[in-house]
C-alpha cells in the first residue's frame, strides 16, 4: 500500500532503492499527521515450490491498482474491500484504474501494460513459456487504510475467487 | 512482483522480483511493449528459480524513467497528492461513470 511518499531516488546514489516508508514517514511529520501504521509481517512465509514447470502451470494474477473494465464499478477511496474479475481476453484499451494514489497511474491510464501485464501474459502463453492462464485476472484496490479490515474482508475475498480458478501460480502486481 | 523494495521487505512475501522502476511502472516501461514483456518474462522465472524465500532483483533498468517522474513530481508544489478518501465509485471517465450505472 503506498500513500504520500514520492518517487524520487537519492541523488548520491541514483540507482539505490527508493525508501518509501522513510519517505512517508517524514511526509505525515511534515503535514502534522499521526505516523503511518505500515505493515510488517510478523512470521517467515510458508514456501512451496511448484509442482509444475511454468510452461504447465495455470497461472492466474492479482492487480492492486484499483483495476476495472469499463462497464464495471469503479473502486472508491475509502477503504475498498471489494474485488473485480476481468477476463484474460478484455481489450486492453477498456481497462482503467481507480486508485487513490492517482498519480502512480498518470501512464497507466494511457499504457494499461505498465501495471496490468494483460498483453503480456497472453504473449507468453502464445509462446508456450506459460502453460495456460486464468480465464479471468483479480483485482482491488491497494490503497486500505485498516489493516484489519484488509484481513477480515478483502483476504477472504481474494481467497475465495482464488480457489475458485484453480490455479498452479499466482502473480502478484502491486501498484 | 514490486517497485518498492522496503515495502516489499516489510512485508516478507514467500518470494518476489523487486524491479527497480518508479511506482506506477511495476509491469515494465512506459510504451514499451517488448519491455514490459522482458520484465513479465523475466519475473515468472522466480516460480523456477527460488528455492526459499526471499526477494531478488530484476536486472532492468530504466533511466528515462526516472527521469519522467522526477521531472513531474518537481513541478509538483503538494506534498500530499492522494486524492480525498470517501465511498464514491472514482471512475477514470465519465464514460465510464455512466456505463458502469448503465449496467447496475
Redesign the interface.
Known sequence: ????C????EQSN??A??????KTRE?YD??GYPPYR????D????????AK??AD?R?GMISTA?T?L???????????TSIRSIPNNAPIDKI???H????????????P?????L???S??EEEG??GELANEYLSCMG?I?SQNRVIQELIPNLESAILKQELD?L????? | ??S????LE??????AQ?L?F??????????D?AG??D???Q???G??T????GIKSLPQ?WDAG?D???K??RG?QS???????????????D???Q??EE??
Open positions: 500500500m503506498h500513500n504520500i514520492s518517487n524520487h531516488q541514483p540507482m532503492p527508493v525508501q518509501y516508508i522513510q511526509t511534515k503535514l505500515w505493515f510488517h509481517a512470521s517467515t512465509p510458508a514456501f512451496t515450490s511448484p514447470p511454468l502451470s497461472l484499483g476495472y469499463q462497464g464495471q464499478v469503479a473502486y472508491y477511496y475509502k477503504d475498498d482503467r484504474f481507480s487513490i494514489t492517482e498519480n502512480y497511474l498518470a501512464e497507466a491510464r494511457q499504457d501494460g505498465t501495471v496490468f501485464p498483453e503480456s501474459l504473449t507468453l513459456f506459460i490503497g487504510y501460480l502473480l502478484l502486481v502491486p501498484l | 512482483m514490486g518498492a523494495l522496503d515495502i516489510a512485508g516478507q512475501p514467500p518470494r523487486f527497480n518508479p511506482l506506477g511502472f511495476e509491469a515494465g516501461p512506459f510504451q511493449k514490459q514483456l520484465v513479465i518474462r519475473g515468472l522465472t516460480f523456477q527460488f528455492t526459499e524465500p533498468s526516472w519522467r517522474v522526477n513531474r513530481e509538483n506534498d500530499d497528492s492522494r486524492s480525498p478518501r470517501n465511498t464514491e465509485p472514482q471512475y477514470q471517465t464514460e465510464d461513470r456505463l458502469a449496467n447496475i
